[in-house]
């Protein structure tokens, strides 16, 4: 595979346009509830249960079942599947069994903070936030002191750079 090239072949194409196509839908909902106040609940429920689907069919998607936009695009929704952490969990362990080149780190740490919030336990890489007051707040971070040695290890820049990446990105503080 040649990423740079945009030369890579995957075995599943079509799967890979349906993870595009399903985080363009994911997206669309969340910019517009910036913008309009829209929010559907059903996208995640629906996007979550054909993701149970595909890794049925194919496994966890990886860069050489999907290629790398759709490796990341099938944590995206994943990410965002809030409603069944279980099922959640269940993916970051396929992740982390996954070999280095077939998922992203950075994928994985978004994940594990996510899943560790949604069982009410303290993130590790500080990636979650809440936002109070137009202020970007990183949820409770377990053993903070060793934070940013967690993200070096997983090619992520300091802590002070996500919260800084959190303004760049929602600069009104809105709901991410």
Known sequence: MNFEKGTESV???????????????????????????????????????????????IGWPTVSKVGKDGAHNAWLLIQHADHDVNFQAQCLQSMKDMLIDEVAKTDIAYLEDRVRINQGRGQLYGTQFRQENGTHIPEPIEDEANVDARRNEMGMGTLAEGIQEMYDQYPNAGKA
């Open 11 to 57: 075995r599943f194409p079509h799967i890979a346009l349906e993870l595009k196509n399903m985080v363009a839908i994911d997206q669309d909902m969340r910019i517009r509830s910036q913008t309009e106040g829209y929010w559907d609940e059903t996208v995640d429920e629906k996007h979550a249960q054909r993701m149970k689907e595909i890794i049925l069919e």
